[in-house]
């Protein structure tokens, strides 16, 4: 599977933004799909993740009542929509398939599948 994200850009704190990653190549409806992101000087984080079904959902604590994952097995898309942003989420994102069907995980090393990532840049 090929992903590739996009939506990202230079917005001003407390502004908005959708993500969005587009899936080709085969069919990411039975997958567990992450947005994980890379802070500048930092490791790759999980932001959300989302299962096969769209029932499931992870956000990490950081994010957690601003930002909502959400996905479109029928268009093979997954959304990151991004609310009151903060300098602090300056950061790459990336979406993420899981290497395994039906499975959940929320560790970067349990997802084979990257996308080319999408810049996100939050003024303060």
């Known amino acids: 599977v090929q992903l590739q994200a996009s939506g990202g850009g230079l917005v001003q704190a407390g502004d908005s933004l959708r993500l969005s990653c587009a899936a080709s190549?085969?069919?990411?409806?039975?997958?567990?799909m992450g947005w994980f992101r890379r802070p500048p000087g930092k490791e790759r984080e999980l932001v959300a993740a989302i299962d096969s079904w769209g029932s499931k959902t992870e956000i990490v604590d950081a994010v957690k009542g601003r930002f909502t994952i959400s996905r479109d097995n029928a268009k093979g898309m997954v959304y990151l929509d991004m609310n009151s942003l903060k300098p602090d989420d300056t950061a790459a994102y990336y979406c993420a398939s899981h290497r395994a069907t039906r499975t959940w995980g929320l560790s970067p090393g349990q997802y084979d599948a990257w996308g080319r990532g999408t810049q996100v840049t939050v003024s303060s």
């Open positions: 190549g085969r069919s990411i409806s039975r997958y567990t």
